[in-house]
Nanobody, 114 residues
Framework: VQLVESGGGLVQPGGSLRLSCAAS????????MGWYRQAPGQQRELVAG???????NYVDSVKGRFTISRDNAKNTVYLQMNSLKPEDTAVYYC?????????WGQGTQVTVSP
């Protein structure tokens, strides 16, 4: 199993980023996927999840600002992040939503700063 996240970077408050996660070694089209984040000194938290059928859930702090989507043909899940805030600064990871596997990817760093 391999999960490869990309798309992070440094952005000013109010800016946008689009994260991508390419998955291999899992039956992607049948798996609910999630985006997680871990800020320094904090526990990893689920930010957004999407089922194979397209049902979606977000943590309250990102509702209305982040959009999760998936492309089953490309085995890829995306996270569009708008109106970014300094408190969104974290390393972002993707993984299965309901049963995260142990082999996390390297993540992608998102830094929101003036």
């Amino acid at each position: 199993v391999q999960l490869v996240e990309s798309g992070g970077g440094l952005v000013q408050p109010g800016g946008s980023l689009r994260l991508s996660c390419a998955a291999s070694g899992i039956n992607f089209r049948f798996v609910a996927m999630g985006w997680y984040r871990q800020a320094p000194g904090q526990q990893r938290e689920l930010v957004a999840g999407i089922t194979p059928g397209g049902s979606i859930n977000y943590v309250d702090s990102v509702k209305g600002r982040f959009t999760i989507s998936r492309d089953n043909a490309k085995n890829t899940v995306y996270l569009q992040m708008n109106s970014l805030k300094p408190e969104d600064t974290a390393v972002y990871y993707c993984n299965q939503w309901f049963a995260p596997i142990d082999s996390w990817g390297q993540g992608t760093q998102v830094t929101v700063s003036p």
